[in-house]
């Protein structure tokens, strides 16, 4: 069967770090998504990772391991703003379905 | 920028009516999908959608369900007779390559 998981919710302070960890199981891989989703809002894309390694994109990083089935998502120089739910998400061909982990709620305190 | 659009943003409907959930996707994307969202649980994929025909289906997407693309720039999710369990959020999502972007969502009430 296919699998995704990821941490139910994470806290943390304004100003700080966060990782979020995402293991998935699935028959083939064509690459894994993040999203970021704010109540009652659709999806907004924040990376994509195809090949091993890190990616970054300002405040956000990715990272993927294809041989663990492992990806993390990292928050840096947290802001009120952030708190939401973030998704992980894998395909398993170009332009295929994506299959959605549960989500992680992340609540940022001042 | 560019933005997929969704209308009506919010349908309430009774059980065993038909409905229409329209979509706009963004204008040079080839590659069209419907989601649903549960309220407290994951993206669900319903279907995608190539070169006019259906290229995968969930298990969720069932007889009642059907899309279309009637002209070139609607993309339709219809429903034939609404149970409860179909309230959700419905999302559409359009994609030239990789990076898939959604529509604001129609959050659908079957009462």
């Known amino acids: 069967g296919q699998n995704i998981d990821q941490p139910t919710e994470m806290t943390a302070t304004e100003g700080a770090i966060v990782q979020i960890n995402c293991t998935y199981q699935t028959s083939g891989f064509n690459g894994l998504f993040w999203y970021q989703q704010h109540a009652g809002e659709a999806p907004t894309f924040l990376s994509y990772n195809v090949l091993d390694g890190l990616e970054e994109k300002g405040r956000f990083s990715s990272f993927l391991s294809r041989s663990k089935g492992y990806s993390y998502l990292l928050l840096k120089e947290l802001q009120m703003k952030d708190s939401a739910s973030y998704l992980c998400?894998?395909?398993?061909?170009?332009?295929?379905?994506?299959?959605f982990g549960a989500g992680t709620q992340v609540v940022v305190t001042p | 920028e560019p933005e997929v659009t969704q209308t009506p943003s919010h349908q309430v409907t009774q059980m065993g009516q038909e409905v229409i959930l329209r979509c706009v996707p963004i204008s040079n994307h080839l590659y069209f999908y419907w989601y649903r969202q549960i309220l407290g649980q994951k993206v669900e994929f319903l279907v995608s959608f190539y070169n006019n025909e259906i290229s995968e289906k969930s298990e969720i997407f069932d007889d009642q369900f059907s899309v279309e693309r009637p002209d070139g720039s609607n993309f339709t999710l219809k429903i034939r007779s609404t149970k409860l369990e179909d309230s959700a959020m419905y999302f559409c999502?359009?994609?030239?390559?990789?990076?898939?972007?959604f529509g604001p969502g129609t959050r659908l009430t079957v009462l």
């Open positions: 999502a359009s994609s030239a390559q990789g990076e898939q972007f």
């Open positions: 998400a894998v395909t398993t061909d170009s332009w295929g379905k994506l299959q």
